[in-house]
């Protein structure tokens, strides 16, 4: 079973606008990881932030956890047509251990 | 270097056929973890090898799935009498394992598209 939920599941904005997705899991964590993945291709690892960290930058994306409430967010600024794809989050409980995926949020980004 | 590399790509395969999917991982990666993608949701644990032993097949969703990695290189991922409900994107990642790291990367691969009809 999944870990948890995203929020929203569709998210479809104008290229330049900010785009904001949730993500909420349900147990202890070691780290918890944003990946993209576009039609036809693999996931890709975009940034992680460890479970004693609150706050992470990456370019334009920015990543924020809350262990208490079990909650992460990923903000992608100054969006672009090519941003247009599927956003997981995913968890650990330890290190080299396995992803637990969230449902996750598919973002179009309107040119 | 090279990445992941899966094959077949795609797969149709008739209920009740055997299949059988390779992974390839990035050479040198110690840690090899099959995970299954149903349509519109998000990827699901299946099993994973340290090497050639096979640590954790929690995932496996029956006794007709099972995974080898025999000389802790290649995968394969092969599931006996094919039901419809086996339809999905079945990804495959490899990452290191270095001792000490907070968290080695998993770099996946592209995926094997399985249809049962």
């Known amino acids: 079973s999944q870990q948890g939920e995203e929020d929203p599941q569709a998210l479809s904005i104008q290229e330049g606008e900010n785009a904001t997705m949730n993500c909420s899991y349900k147990?202890?964590?070691?780290?918890l990881q944003w990946y993209r993945q576009n039609s036809g291709r693999g996931l890709v690892h975009l940034i992680l932030?460890?479970?004693?960290?609150r706050e992470k930058h990456s370019g334009r994306l920015r990543v924020t956890l809350d262990t208490s409430k079990k909650s992460s967010s990923l903000l992608i600024t100054a969006s672009r047509a090519a941003d247009t794809a599927s956003y997981f989050c995913?968890?650990?409980?330890?290190?080299?251990?396995?992803?637990?995926f969230g449902g996750g949020t598919r973002v179009l980004v309107k040119p | 270097g090279a990445g992941v590399s899966q094959s077949p790509r795609y797969k149709v395969a008739k209920r009740g056929q055997d299949v059988a999917l390779r992974c390839d991982p990035i050479?040198?990666?110690?840690?090899l973890f099959w995970y299954q993608q149903a349509l519109g949701q998000g990827p699901e644990f299946l099993t994973y090898?340290?090497?050639?032993?096979?640590?954790?097949k929690s995932g496996l969703p029956s006794d007709r799935f099972f995974a080898e990695r025999p000389e802790g290189s290649v995968s394969t991922l092969k599931i006996q009498r094919t039901q419809q409900e086996d339809s999905a994107v079945y990804l495959c990642?490899?990452?290191?394992?270095?001792?000490?790291?907070?968290?080695?990367?998993?770099?996946f691969g592209p995926g094997t598209r399985l249809t049962v009809l």
């Open positions: 932030i460890r479970s004693n960290e």
């Open positions: 990642a490899s990452s290191r394992n270095i001792i000490g790291l907070s968290y080695n990367e998993q770099f």
């Open positions: 050479s040198g990666h110690v840690s």
């Open positions: 090898f340290q090497n050639e032993a096979q640590l954790d």
């Open positions: 995913a968890t650990t409980k330890a290190a080299g251990n396995k992803l637990t």
């Open positions: 147990t202890s964590i070691n780290n």
